[in-house]
């Protein structure tokens, strides 16, 4: 069986190539104009930096409050109050 990752992976690829494509015979295949990327662009950077810094740095999984709840055991912390 062929794993999500590749089936998106592929999906892009091949979306990529047909935008190319479409480049290259001068068609638009988005009509938007340079500003309005830019700032799609921009508000795309921060929301995945935004949203990858906080599920990194937070306690926000399962997992994440195992570890969590182990640190806290241990006194491995490194402070006197806690996490």
């Known amino acids: ?3 999500k990752g ?3 992976r592929t999906a892009a690829l091949l979306l990529a190539l047909v935008n ?6 001068g068609k ?6 340079s500003e309005m990327l830019e700032q799609v662009m921009s508000f795309s950077f921060l929301a995945v930096t935004s949203i990858s810094a906080w599920f990194k740095n937070n306690y926000v999984t399962k997992t994440g409050l195992k570890q969590k ?10 402070r006197n109050g806690g996490i």
């Open 1 to 3: 069986m062929v794993d």
């Open 69 to 78: 709840e182990a640190i806290l055991e241990k006194g491995l912390n490194g």
């Open 20 to 25: 190319q494509c479409l480049v290259m015979f």
């Open 6 to 8: 590749t089936v998106v």
């Open 28 to 33: 638009s295949p988005l009509p938007i104009d």
